[in-house]
C-alpha cells in the first residue's frame, strides 16, 4: 500500500506516454497542457486530509501535505484530458480569423478562462463543502463558460469530458484489483457522500468528468483554434 499513490500516478503517466508514443500530431499540444497542469500538483495540501491521506514517497503528504506523487498525476492528467478526442476523432487546430475573434461573445474571452479560479475561491473559503467538491464545480464553471464562449467547442468539451470520465473509470478499477481496500484506507469517506460505484468515489468520477470537459478545450480556448475535419466545423 505504500507505494499505491506512485504506482497510480506512474500508470497515468505510462498511459500518458502511450498517447505520444501513438499520435505525433498531438505532441505539441500533450505537452503544452501538462506543463501548465502540473504545477496544480502542489495544491495538494488543499486536500489532505480533509479528502484523502495517500501514502506517498517519504512520507510527504501526511507530514507536509505535498508529495511528488501529485506532480506526476497532475502532469500526465493534464496532457490525457488535453487530447483525447484528438486521439479518438480525425480533426486538426485551424487559427480563427482576427474577423472572428470580433464576435461580440468573445469579449468574455479572459473571463471565461479566469472563470474556474475565481468561482473556487468563494466556494473554497466561504462554504462548508470538501475541497473535492469546490475544485469539481469550479471546473464545471469554467467548462460552461467554455461553451458559451466558444460554442464551436462544446462538442469536443462534452465528448472529451465523456471520454476522460471513462478513461479514468476503467483505470480506477483496476487499480483497486491491484490495490484491494485502498478506497477505504485512503479516502476521508466519512467527509463525502460515501457513495461507492463499483468501489470507486463517486467524487472520483465528478471529479473526472469535469476535469474531462474544462481541460479538453483549454488549448484551443487560450491559443484561439479551432477544429476541422470529420463532423466538426
Not at 476523432?89 to 468574455?108: G, T
Not at 473535492?132 to 467548462?143: K, P, R, T
Amino acid at each position: 500500500m505504500m507505494n499505491a499513490w506512485l504506482t497510480f500516478s506512474m500508470i497515468l503517466l505510462g498511459i500518458w506516454a502511450v498517447i505520444w508514443t501513438a499520435k505525433p500530431s498531438v505532441r505539441k499540444q500533450m505537452m503544452w497542457a501538462s506543463i501548465l497542469t502540473a504545477p496544480f500538483g502542489l495544491t495538494e495540501p488543499i486536500f489532505v486530509p480533509e479528502y484523502w491521506n495517500p501514502p506517498s514517497l517519504f512520507n510527504l503528504a501526511a507530514n507536509t501535505g505535498f508529495d511528488i506523487e501529485s506532480l506526476i498525476f497532475s502532469f500526465a492528467v493534464g496532457g490525457i484530458a488535453a487530447v483525447l478526442y484528438e486521439s479518438f476523432f480525425n480533426v486538426r487546430h485551424v487559427k480563427i480569423s482576427r474577423h472572428e475573434m470580433a464576435f461580440a461573445r468573445h469579449r468574455f474571452h479572459k473571463l471565461a478562462l479566469a472563470s474556474p479560479f475565481i468561482a473556487f475561491f468563494p466556494l473554497y473559503f466561504f462554504t462548508s463543502l470538501n475541497p473535492i467538491y469546490s475544485a469539481s464545480l469550479a471546473m464545471l464553471v469554467g467548462g460552461i463558460a467554455a461553451m458559451l464562449c466558444r460554442p464551436d467547442l462544446t462538442k469536443k468539451i462534452i465528448v472529451g469530458s465523456i471520454l476522460f470520465l471513462g478513461m479514468y473509470f476503467v483505470f480506477f478499477l483496476s487499480f483497486n484489483l491491484v490495490y484491494p481496500g485502498i478506497v477505504k484506507q485512503v479516502w476521508n469517506l466519512e467527509a463525502i457522500s460515501g457513495i461507492l460505484v463499483l468501489g470507486i468515489p463517486i467524487e472520483e468520477l465528478l471529479f473526472a468528468l469535469a476535469f474531462g470537459g474544462l481541460w479538453s478545450s483549454y488549448y484551443e480556448h487560450i491559443k484561439w483554434y479551432k477544429l476541422k475535419g470529420g463532423n466538426d466545423i
